[in-house]
Each structure stands twice: as C-alpha cells, then as structure tokens.
C-alpha cells in the first residue's frame, strides 16, 4: 500500500423525510427529524475537532443526503456550517442501500455502504478511507492510521455479543449471532463446507470500516451480492452490522480485528458492558452513550468559539477520558452531568413557550 497517501475519514449522516419512520434508541433527543438530525450533527463536529486540533494528518468529509441545509433548521443548518469551518468536505450522497423493508429500528444504518462508494470515488484505489460514526472521537488517530489492513482485507471492530443476544431488538427480525452462523451454514456455496463456517461468527460492529478505497468497494459488492440472496430466500437483513457479519461468516469479505486500537466504550454507570483496561492506548473511542452529555457539552462549547479548553484536551488522552466519561464517573461528576441535563432541558422548555407565546400574539 501506498503509505504516503494521507487517509480519507468519512463520517456519514443519512437525514430522514419528514414522514419517515425511524428509532434510534441511544440518540437521547426529541422524535423531530431535525432534533435528531442536530444531535448526531453535534456528534460530528466534535469528531471532526478531535481531528483538527490534533493537526492529524488526514482529509475529513461527510457524506449526507441534506442538499438545503435549511432543511436542517437553524441549529442544524449552523452546525453544518461549523462542520465545514474545520475543513470538512460534503459530499452529497443519495440512499440506495435500503434493508429490504420498513422496520424502522436504526433504518439508516446501512447508509455507510453509500457514503463508501461516494467517498471512494476517484480516489486512488489505495488510498485509506475510515469510515466511522457520527458519535466517535479520536485520541491518538497516527495509531489507527498505521493499523489500516492491506488489501483486500477490511479492519473493524468485533463486538462480543452474546450468542442468543438480538443486537437490534427487532423481534423476528432481529439477528443473533447464533441465527447469523445457521443462516451461513444454510447459505454457503457448493466451493463451501458448511461445517467450516463458525456456529458462533464474529460481530461485526458498524463504527468502523477501515480499508483501501479499492476494498471497500469490493466490500459494498459483497454486501450487495448477499442482499440480493437474502431478499431472495426471504430473509431479512435490517442493519450494516448483520450483512458484514454475514459477509464476514461467508468469507465473501475478509475482516481485521482492530479492537487493539479502536473500541466501542459504554460510559455512564448503568452500562452492563465490560470495563475497557486501557482506554488511552486506543486511537479511536465510539462513544454510543455520549451523544446527550459530554458529545453535546463540547459540541456547545465548540458553537460558542469557547476552544481553549477543548484544545488542551484533544492534546492529552487523559484529559479527554475525563472530558467525555471514559475515565468513569464519581458521584460529584454525575450531579454535575445531571444539572448539565436538566439545564438543557429547562432552557428547551422555555424557548419552546416563548415560541407558542410569539406565534400566538
């Protein structure tokens, strides 16, 4: 691989209609397309700050469906544009990998599998691409860099699921991993011994896609190979972590375990999830259960030009783990969260009365 070329980090936020379902359980923000479209927008702008005040040698881009970001209304429109002040491209990018029916549980998950083929677009076929969700932060990007897989292998992150665990919660259409190996065994090809394919496959977690431009490409054409199966057996495949943990089972992708340098951290102290050993030698933290606090806390700092502090701690792994909870959290620090919270909500409440009391007068 060429290593002289600098890596594309992609992150991708699919907007829905006004009448579109949708759920996304760890969004912590009201029902309306354009609360949940800011929430993950705040989510964004401080990833890509984590990036940019650490000078990280990289390109950064968005891939999304908004064309008019007044679409997004003010808050959004104006985190877009504070997105794009830290040299973030966007990069228009249409939905067309769908799962096959309307569930709405994490409906625009496989949107990734569209923003691979917009950002990989006339790009070297080595290049590095990252591809990453909206609620992750950067603590040491060289280490995640130097870990990006030789073709035609793609890096991730495995997620330790129990075997009879649904990760969507989605009732029969949900996947365990224990479903997802019989599915393999049921699906593999003639040039396959189904008694090579694991009971138990490895997870693939959504968070991070990491590979060649090239690879990736050729990942989105394994996936698209076993849609076209799955619809047509009538098998139902909602979300992007079941069709790669597919592919993955199938070896129709091969995958690289990057958990060394990436990982998915529960914060917060009602998380049943392992505690993480070492968190500072990661390079990369998704951060699911901080999109409503500390993603937010900073994305509001980062609106008010407030960066002096934010600055420092980009710069300090250990000042990031306590700024965004991954160093756990004391009970002075959950009242202080806590407060942080309800005075967010206090202050939603009454812009939301003076609006009624404005629109009626």
């Not at 309306?32 to 950064?60: G, K, P, T, W």
């Not at 060394?260 to 951290?265: F, L, S, T």
């Not at 259960?289 to 509001?300: D, I």
Request: hydrophobic share 40%.
């Amino acid at each position: 691989m060429n290593r002289r070329s600098n890596p594309l980090v992609v992150q991708y936020l699919y907007v829905h209609g006004q009448d579109e379902a949708f759920f996304y359980p760890s969004a912590r923000s009201a029902s309306s397309v354009a609360a949940v479209a800011a929430r993950y927008l705040e989510c964004a702008l401080v990833q890509a700050a984590s990036l940019a005040f650490q000078n990280a040698d990289c390109e950064l881009a968005l891939a999304t469906n908004v064309t008019d970001p007044r679409t997004l209304g003010g808050t959004g429109a104006e985190l877009l544009k504070q997105i794009e002040s830290l040299g973030v491209a966007i990069l228009p990018t249409e939905y067309r990998h769908r799962p096959a029916n309307d569930d709405a549980h994490y409906i625009s998950s496989r949107y990734v599998l569209d923003a691979i083929l917009t950002a990989s677009e006339g790009q070297p076929e080595d290049r590095p691409l990252f591809l990453t969700d909206l609620d992750c932060v950067w603590v040491t990007p060289q280490r995640l860099f130097d870990a990006v897989p030789e073709p035609p292998e793609v890096g991730c992150i495995y997620i330790s699921y129990p075997p009879d665990w649904d990760a969507v919660g989605a009732g029969d259409a949900g996947r365990t991993r224990r479903k997802m190996g019989t599915l393999a065994k049921r699906m593999a090809s003639s040039t396959q011994d189904p008694r090579d394919i694991e009971e138990l496959p490895p997870w693939v977690g959504g968070e991070l896609l990491a590979g060649t431009a090239a690879a990736l490409r050729q990942l989105v054409a394994a996936c698209e190979e076993l849609d076209a199966a799955t619809i047509a057996s009538g098998d139902v495949l909602l979300t992007e972590e079941q069709v790669l943990s597919l592919a993955g089972a199938l070896g129709r992708v091969r995958f690289r375990e990057l958990s060394k340098v990436a990982w998915r951290i529960h914060t917060g102290p009602r998380h049943e999830a392992h505690a993480i050993e070492d968190p500072l030698s990661l390079g990369l933290w998704h951060l699911p259960s901080e999109k409503g606090l500390s993603l937010r806390r900073a994305a509001h700092a980062l609106r008010r030009g407030h960066t002096r502090a934010l600055g420092r701690d980009f710069s300090d792994p250990a000042r990031m783990a306590r700024r965004f909870n991954v160093a756990g959290t004391g009970i002075g620090r959950r009242i202080r969260d806590d407060g942080w919270i309800a005075g967010r909500r206090i202050s939603a409440a009454t812009r939301a009365r003076l609006d009624a009391i404005r629109k009626r007068a």
